[in-house]
């Protein structure tokens, strides 16, 4: 199994980032929506992370909004979370790495994502929910159909996962397989992640890589 990437996204309390950041996941995301129950404030970014990049979460905000945080708090990539264009995220990739998060069903047409050749540097499959949800609801799409997925954009796998899913994940044999975001099935409550629960994950995931 090639090593996953580990993205620890929704991150918002002080103390709880730095048990976090101490695991070295590769990614720690910050959500920057305000109708997110994960909406992070200024003291989230008081803590210094060293190993892991900043992702700035963001759902259809404006590109010089964007532009701010990512200079303000130093951010080393955006996720785009909303219904942004491949012209929206190609601006961003001048500036920042760039993942545009998709939200998975039985009926979506992976073709569609042709647009964003060039545009973006991962893909995020997360599963469909309610425009207003925005994932973060610990629900999971059905992980076959990503055998459709046939561009070269390196992914992330989203969408409810937890613990138990270790074993499902080394099962999926896709190249483009980049890592995994996890959020709310390592929580105790939202915007506070169990740390010793991410600790067993990460080092199940990072085992099974020798």
Known sequence: MKHLKIKVCGMKFPQNIVEVAALNPDFLGFIFYPLSKRHVNEEAFKVEITN??????????????????????????????????????????????????LQIDEDFNFSTLEEYNFCVDYFLFDTKTKKEERGGTGKKFDWNL???????????????????????????NHQKLEGVDINSGFEEYPGFKNSTNIKMFINQIRDNEK
């Open 52 to 101: 892991s990049k900043k992702i700035g979460v963001f759902v259809n905000q404006p590109l010089d909004y964007i532009t701010e945080q990512i200079e303000k708090y130093k951010l080393d990539g955006v996720q785009l979370h909303g219904d942004e264009n491949a012209a929206f995220a190609k601006e961003l990739k001048t500036k920042t790495i760039v993942l545009k998060a």
């Open 146 to 172: 990503l055998i459709l997925y046939k561009l070269d954009i390196p992914f992330f796998l989203s969408g409810g996962i937890t613990l138990n899913d270790v074993e499902d994940i080394k099962k999926i």
